[in-house]
């Protein structure tokens, strides 16, 4: 799905890596997409993949206790194509395709259920998930918007 | 009565029912105050049922869903059942995606009473 076209508006900003900022990504997101006029599904799903992208840079990329930057970017295109970008220069991900598993995680509290990329690829058309030890993550996630 | 950030919930005791109502935003900011509220009032009260009440809930993700396993987890260790009630459909999506439904045993039905929420939900534990 790569775009040949121009996004007819972009926008991108950065973040604390702390855990309030995953509601403020959610509204950043929201009024972005306003003037498109998003159905109030396709706006929940976007707002939560976001939230489960961001809250994961967060929570693994940064991890409890450690300073970082949330890199939040998105694109519309003229077909209404929605794409978004969420980056963090954490800890990176070994095995991506064993990330991606539905119900796995490496969080020991109990507290999450490992269904972060599951929500993301079934509450958008596509995920990409860039990643390398050490370095960081980007999530890409696409979207049409009807 | 408690409210701390865009959460607030409370809880009523009635016959070893314990009801906590959420409302607000479920994410992994707020889980954590949800968390440690409720599982306050479950080691207090020892209720032999537990509802989550969800009506209240505009916002979930899944760390919605690993706090509804979590309290499953605690419910079980003090012998209480749980359930939930007041999930809105995209909730119950939600849910459904997770496989926490099958997991845990959920039966998910229609809820009579109101349009805009549509199920009431046991966990048989
Ligand atoms: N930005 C990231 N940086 C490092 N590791 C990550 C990142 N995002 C995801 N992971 C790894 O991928 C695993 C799966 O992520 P996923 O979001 O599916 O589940 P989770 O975050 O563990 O649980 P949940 O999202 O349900 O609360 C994580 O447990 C973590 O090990
Ligand atoms: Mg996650």
New binding site residues.
């Given amino acids: 799905m790569r775009r040949k076209s121009e996004p007819k508006n972009h926008m991108s900003c950065e973040l604390r890596a702390v855990s309030v900022n995953e509601s403020v990504c959610r509204a950043i997101i929201g009024v972005f997409l306003a003037p498109e006029n998003p159905t109030a599904t396709e706006l929940a799903d976007i707002k939560c993949a976001v939230s489960?992208?961001v809250?994961?840079?967060i929570?693994?990329?940064?991890g409890a206790g450690n300073e970082g930057i949330v890199y939040l970017g998105a694109e519309i295109y003229p077909d209404r194509t929605v794409r978004i970008t969420?980056r963090?220069k954490?800890?990176?991900?070994e095995d991506?395709a064993?990330?991606?598993?539905?119900?796995?995680?490496?969080?020991t509290s109990g507290?999450?259920?490992?269904?972060?990329?599951?929500?993301?690829e079934s509450f958008t058309d596509r995920l990409r998930?860039l990643?390398r030890p050490g370095a960081?993550?980007r999530?890409t996630m696409y979207k049409r918007l009807s | 009565m408690l409210t701390r950030d865009h959460v607030s919930f409370d809880l009523e005791n009635g016959e070893g029912i314990l009801t906590a109502r959420l409302s607000g935003e479920i994410d992994?900011h707020t889980a954590r105050i949800f968390r440690e509220e409720i599982d306050r009032a479950l080691l207090r009260e020892t209720p032999r049922a537990l509802t989550l009440d969800f009506s209240g809930v505009g916002f979930m993700?899944?760390?919605g869903?690993?706090l509804i396993v979590g309290r499953l987890e605690m419910a079980r260790e003090i012998g209480a059942t749980l359930t939930l009630s007041g999930l809105s459909q995209r909730l119950c999506r939600l849910l459904e995606l997770?496989g926490v439904d099958r997991l845990c045993g959920i039966v998910i039905s229609k809820s009579t009473e109101r349009e805009d929420l549509f199920h009431e939900t046991e966990i048989r534990t």
């Avoid at chain 1, 954490?90 to 991900?93: C, R, T």
């Fill in positions: 489960e992208a809250t994961n840079a929570v693994h990329g940064y969420v963090d954490g800890k990176g991900i991506i064993l990330a991606r598993r539905p119900l796995y995680t490496t969080d507290e999450r259920s490992g269904m972060g990329f599951s929500v993301m998930v990643s960081g993550t999530i | 992994h993700d899944s760390s869903i690993g997770s």
